[in-house]
């Protein structure tokens, strides 16, 4: 694969994939970092996982990049928390905004696109800003948990994707939570006293957009996402096709 063979010669994804299975979150991120540096960013949505990780690298000392896709339709306190954990990590967040506004889009297709055709308004505003941003990157970190739902069942620590066929680029993504499950983040965030969305006390387990997100109980975390559709997933987790 032109990743692992041109640009970080000494790296054998498969191996490392391995390696990463029975080490901990800790020497995941700093092997990470070491190897690539700024070329690594987290992604987060603020939900719990993201936040350990966020959590645990300023601890250590690394200064990943963090971005976040921001749709220009979260709750407000979600938007609240994002300068919450700006100061109580010192970071700045960087917000991957899409081409156009709501209400561009809004008059372009003629209403509300995510009550007509959800996969194409995830695409436009999740998918795309969040494209042209792993276009830059050699590692993308995510929170990912193998217990949140069952498409997430088989999430690897490390993964390699064809991100690029045209320019022969790969892209390795990071799922140091993978293993982590929901008691183990939520007891992390509480024993650390990391700030969160003030709308899992209101009941809400996954928080996305807020015409997308409604109160639900039940096995699957991520139930109550896009009700009265299938979809399951926005996409910025299944754009990328198969692992390789
Ligand atoms: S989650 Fe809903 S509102 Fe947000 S981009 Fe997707 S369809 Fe649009």
Known sequence: MAFSLSKYPDLNVREQAERFESMGLEDTLRWTWETFGRQAAIGTSYQGSGLVIIHHARKLGLDFPVFTVDTGLLFPETEALRIRLEEFFGIQIEGLKPAQTVHEQWA??????????????????????????????????????????????????????????????????????????????????????????????RGYRSIGCWPCTKLAGGENERAGRWEGFEKTECGIHTFLGSNI
Not at 127 to 133: A, G, T, Y
Not at 141 to 162: C, D, F, N, P, V
């Open 108 to 201: 372009d297709y003629g209403g509300n696109l995510w009550e007509t055709n959800p996969d194409t308004c995830c695409t436009l505003r999740k998918v795309l800003p969040l494209q042209q941003r792993l276009s830059q990157l050699d590692v993308w970190i995510t929170g990912l948990r193998r217990g949140q739902s069952e498409t997430r069942a088989k999430t690897g620590i490390l993964e390699m994707y064809e991100f690029d066929k045209l320019r022969e680029k790969n892209l390795l993504k990071l799922n140091p939570m993978a293993n982590w499950s929901r008691e183990q983040v939520w007891d992390y965030i509480k024993a650390n006293a990391i700030p969160y969305n003030p709308l899992h006390d």
